[in-house]
């Protein structure tokens, strides 16, 4: 089984930037296929962010794409995802995922003045 640590969350003002990281152990995230971030706001469901296949084909929200961009470094066996052009509406926890589920505790990201 796969363990994920998630980091990288915090306060930031709107227009800024964060990177998210997400390192996973016990299992290659070469042989992986899907890994990601969901993330869930204040009173909604949990919803899908970005999405990463093994072999490097990205897929994004709509209300993220251009903003986000995921990658990976399979030496060091971590998916990140960068964070540009932060809206308030981006505010949620955020959690690493891969096939299976979301198994991470998650990260707090807030985007305020």
């Known amino acids: 089984q796969v363990q994920l640590v998630e980091s990288g969350g915090g306060l930031v003002q709107p227009g800024g930037s964060l990177r998210l990281s997400c390192a996973a152990s016990?299992?290659?995230?070469?042989?992986?296929?899907?890994m990601g971030w969901h993330r869930q706001a204040p009173g909604k469901a949990r919803e899908f962010v970005a999405r990463?296949?093994?072999?490097?084909?990205?897929n994004y929200a709509d209300s993220v794409r251009g903003r986000f961009t995921i990658s990976r470094d399979n030496a060091k066996n971590t998916v990140y995802l960068n964070m540009n052009s932060l809206k308030p509406e981006d505010t949620a926890v955020y959690y690493c995922?891969?096939?299976?589920?979301?198994w991470g505790q998650g990260t707090q990201v807030t985007v305020s003045s």
């Open positions: 995922c891969v096939t299976g589920g979301c």
């Open positions: 016990g299992r290659s995230i070469f042989s992986i296929n899907y």
């Open positions: 990463i296949t093994s072999g490097g084909t990205t």
